[in-house]
């Protein structure tokens, strides 16, 4: 079914608002699930909603909390995040390390008790579009194996980059946002919901063994993506996540995958505000279009540079609308109606 | 041969005093390329030195510069690093940010016209060991392709993170450095001097075709790590890096990999005060050894984590020397010799 972003944006915003979120939040919180639907990630879009609601209705998110603020030093920003949405807690935080970086010129916030961010490139996409650069960590459940290990002792730690790249021929920040999985926990459920068998290498079974079989491998753990370099990335992060806010680490993080648990990971959001020199941003840009038109190794498919192709589905969505599952849109519409009674 | 770390150490630091290096500069220079041969890492050790004498020789690098200091705001550093030595440059601009996020929690050096920092680990190490932590990016000459490109259009980007770790059973802090390469170019050379084939994947010829001979690679391109992922990397640390400090991007970076060539590249250190909790400390020590005790897939292979390997090679060196190739060390006995005459 295809819907309007208006209609999506008015029934997401019914839903939140129902189960108790201020407008603002909810609109928030909305337009996260809206831009990851919109730029191609599905697995943060619409269908987090039921679990969002479901988490407010259990308790385990407070949605009109904002953060509670503590400068520990005048350009770190401790937040607890009081169970608040992910969201909304993040982009106050995100306010306040600005405000503190336009003066300071880097600003950093440790953020803990805090629900899923979701899509961490609107995060990285906001800042960048204000000028500065962004570098958001955050973690999540242990579901990654380390590098020659069998059980499940990483978050899959998504980071991501935002950096301002003006020019009249690029104006779109670059935004990278990538985990170190080599996969989403969301594609091996994808792929057990349809029977499919997964790739070599992707995941182990329960007993730590290789499996192909995506149903063993929701038990089991997912490999880290490039090896041994991306399981020393994903480790670092972890571990420097939890030194900067204190959050709980490897088997002891919750609630990023259920409807009833306190979350207890963190995040972290370091702003720098960049060079403001018109030629660097315009070199930036001539770079990024030199590498898109690097002559391919298949000449079907052009070189893209990070968040191309979620541009122009977005672009895409904006124009055409967003295709949403029927059995979500009913359930999405239910919410939503709810509020109306 | 095997020698004595103090002698290896007289020796370098002889070689590039005749070179015109200070006494406390041909320090610096010569311990980070120890460090780097302690540790393992060859291809940054002592192998390097007669490239930096040659350096110095034809005027692109100046060993008695330190940088020249700009805060462009509070927080941020800028330095120009004059074309000094590399780890004296950013030794300097550590010390700097150091103390500025003693103060305010965080503080960032940006840093630009400075030589070949060497091995990130080390920075990483040392910033960890007085308490803080540190994200260190730097930049390179064009050596890696873009996913499904053809030509060399990206450094090999490293990224090094050092996080104090405390508790009696794992005093050393997490200290992780790896390139965004699959490989390192030091192992092209290497292979190729072996007439040893590479393995497939690793890079391109001239013509951007896939080879395994190593001959040919050092003419073309090296894949990134981690396919797409890596490459995306990768990508933000050369644009993130380039933003920051103002440096050459892409293909216009020179100066890392010959003799005669200003180095143009850039480095960004970020320096963060971490949570001052003991139990927090314990608490991340108590995960790395939780990660160390995974059960492997290989029996034969525990799990390590990053720098383990590192660490038993450097204790390992510092007990019995270290193993030097007799045509090296020939070469730096006569760099040093030149000194006494």
């Given at each position: 079914m295809i819907v309007s972003v208006d209609t999506v944006r008015a029934t997401l915003e019914a839903a939140l608002r129902h189960a108790g979120a201020s407008a603002p939040h909810a609109a928030l919180q909305a337009a996260l699930l809206i831009e990851a639907e919109m730029r191609g990630l599905a697995s943060h879009g619409l269908l987090r909603l039921p679990r969002v609601v479901e988490r407010i209705r259990n308790g385990?998110?407070?949605?009109n909390a904002e953060g509670a603020h503590t400068w520990r030093a005048s350009h770190v920003l401790d937040v607890d995040g009081q169970q608040g949405l992910g969201p909304v807690v993040a982009m106050r935080a995100l306010d306040a390390v600005c405000e503190r970086a336009a003066e300071g010129g880097v600003a950093v916030a440790c953020i803990r008790n805090n629900n899923h961010l979701g899509m961490l490139a609107w995060y990285a996409q906001t800042v960048a579009e204000r000028g500065y650069t962004l570098i958001a960590l955050s973690t999540s459940e242990a579901l990654v194996h380390p590098w020659g290990g069998r059980r499940a002792m990483l978050g899959t730690n998504p980071i991501a980059i935002g950096v301002p790249a003006g020019g009249p021929h690029a104006p779109r920040p670059l935004v990278m946002d990538m985990a170190?999985?080599?996969?989403a926990m969301g594609k091996i459920h994808d792929y057990a919901s349809r029977g499919a068998p997964l790739e070599a290498g992707w995941a182990l079974d329960a007993d730590g063994e290789p499996t192909l079989d995506a149903q063993a491998a929701k038990h089991g753990a997912i490999a880290p993506f490039g090896g041994a370099k991306g399981y020393a990335l994903g480790l670092a992060f972890e571990v420097l996540v939890t030194a900067l806010t204190g959050s709980a680490i490897g088997t002891d993080?919750?609630?990023?995958?259920?409807?009833?648990t306190p979350c207890n990971k963190g995040d972290v959001f370091v702003v720098i505000a960049p060079q403001r020199d018109p030629a660097l941003h315009a070199r930036v840009a001539a770079y990024l279009r030199a590498v898109r038109a690097c002559e391919p190794a298949n000449a079907q498919r052009p070189v893209s540079v990070p968040g191309d192709r979620a541009a122009a589905s977005r672009e895409h969505a904006l124009a055409h609308g967003i295709d949403v599952n029927d059995a979500l849109w009913d359930t999405l519409e239910t919410l939503a109606a709810a509020h109306a009674v």
């Open positions: 385990v998110c407070a949605p170190t999985s080599l996969v993080v919750t609630g990023t995958l259920d409807s009833h």
